[in-house]
């Protein structure tokens, strides 16, 4: 039991990544802290959980609220006496052309995405100091190439790389391990539940989510990654290409994306 007796904080755990990540860590001996925002999923989840001998527990918690993740890690620390590493996954996302959009559902997916890590971080960071633990950033492919009509879901990942690397480095004699970890399309249900222009729910994925990566795919490999205290973790053959591509260049990717995004079911621009 690789993590045996070790306090994981997972946000945003009631589905996808940040379940699948819960129940990976929690199978290898970890104590597993979730989040979520319904109280009823988050029940749920950790039922499951248990079911499978996983030891765990929770609290409501909104990712944008600072007051709330302020309790989330005094919680955590309340029920397992220690936090040892935090994986920052609670995240939204969107769909709408920039100009379209109302400016509320951009500070919405900022205010989740990322100012959600900067808080979650911030309250975790004295415990995983004490502990020399590790901080894992759910980033995305989008962290370092944009896509049209997600332009807050892009904005949001690029500071959350630029943020976590900045931390490392701040950290990195403290024998504190800083994980980015960049998933490609994984088939959750992150598509299903994306904001349109006016901060309605998407409701339909416009991908097809069969062809993707499953969530316990990704987090068997963010688990093997941060035993191995990797720094970075670019996920799926298609996101190692763009990554690549964009940094060398990223001319011929902007039409490359243009017409990739361009093929997704009721795309808002052609």
């Given at each position: 039991m690789?993590?045996?007796?070790?306090?994981v904080?997972?946000t945003?755990?009631?589905?996808?990544?940040?379940?699948?990540?819960?129940r990976?860590?929690?199978?290898n001996g970890?104590?597993?802290?979730i989040?979520?925002?319904?109280q009823?999923?988050?029940?749920?989840?950790?039922?499951?959980?248990q079911?499978?001998?996983?030891?765990?527990?929770?609290?409501?918690?909104?990712?944008?609220?600072e007051s709330?993740?302020?309790?989330m890690v005094?919680?955590?620390?309340?029920?397992?006496?220690?936090?040892?590493?935090?994986?920052?996954?609670?995240?939204?996302?969107?769909?709408?052309?920039?100009?379209?959009?109302?400016?509320?559902?951009?500070?919405k997916?900022?205010?989740?995405?990322?100012?959600?890590?900067?808080?979650a971080t911030?309250?975790?960071?004295p415990?995983i100091?004490?502990?020399?633990?590790?901080?894992?950033a759910?980033?995305?492919?989008?962290?370092?190439?944009?896509?049209?009509a997600?332009?807050a879901?892009?904005?949001?990942?690029?500071?959350m790389n630029?943020?976590?690397?900045s931390?490392?480095?701040?950290?990195m004699?403290?024998?504190?391990?800083?994980?980015?970890?960049?998933?490609?399309?994984?088939?959750?249900?992150?598509?299903?539940?994306?904001l349109?222009?006016?901060?309605s729910?998407?409701?339909?994925?416009?991908?097809?989510?069969?062809?993707?990566?499953?969530p316990?795919?990704v987090?068997?490999?963010?688990?093997?990654?941060?035993?191995?205290?990797k720094?970075?973790l670019?996920?799926?053959?298609?996101?190692?290409?763009?990554?690549?591509?964009?940094?060398?260049?990223?001319g011929?990717?902007d039409?490359?994306?243009?017409?990739h995004?361009?093929?997704?079911?009721?795309?808002?621009f052609?």
């Amino acid at each position: 039991m690789k993590l045996k007796d070790k306090v994981v904080v997972v946000t945003g755990a009631t589905s996808g990544i940040g379940e699948a990540c819960a129940r990976v860590f929690g199978k290898n001996g970890a104590k597993i802290w979730i989040t979520g925002r319904s109280q009823i999923k988050l029940d749920n989840t950790l039922l499951r959980l248990q079911n499978e001998g996983i030891t765990c527990a929770g609290i409501v918690c909104d990712a944008a609220d600072e007051s709330q993740n302020q309790l989330m890690v005094k919680g955590a620390v309340e029920r397992f006496g220690r936090i040892d590493m935090l994986i920052n996954n609670a995240g939204i996302s969107m769909r709408a052309m920039f100009q379209d959009m109302d400016l509320e559902v951009f500070h919405k997916v900022m205010n989740t995405n990322f100012m959600g890590a900067v808080y979650a971080t911030k309250f975790c960071l004295p415990e995983i100091l004490k502990n020399k633990g590790t901080i894992i950033a759910m980033s995305s492919i989008n962290g370092f190439r944009g896509t049209p009509a997600r332009t807050a879901y892009t904005a949001s990942k690029y500071a959350m790389n630029g943020f976590f690397e900045s931390l490392r480095t701040e950290v990195m004699k403290s024998g504190v391990h800083v994980l980015v970890a960049c998933p490609g399309f994984t088939a959750s249900n992150i598509r299903n539940n994306a904001l349109t222009a006016d901060g309605s729910i998407q409701q339909e994925s416009p991908r097809d989510e069969e062809k993707m990566m499953t969530p316990e795919e990704v987090a068997k490999a963010i688990y093997k990654a941060a035993l191995k205290r990797k720094r970075d973790l670019i996920l799926t053959r298609q996101g190692k290409l763009a990554s690549f591509l964009n940094k060398w260049m990223p001319g011929i990717m902007d039409t490359i994306v243009y017409n990739h995004m361009a093929k997704e079911k009721d795309s808002p621009f052609k």
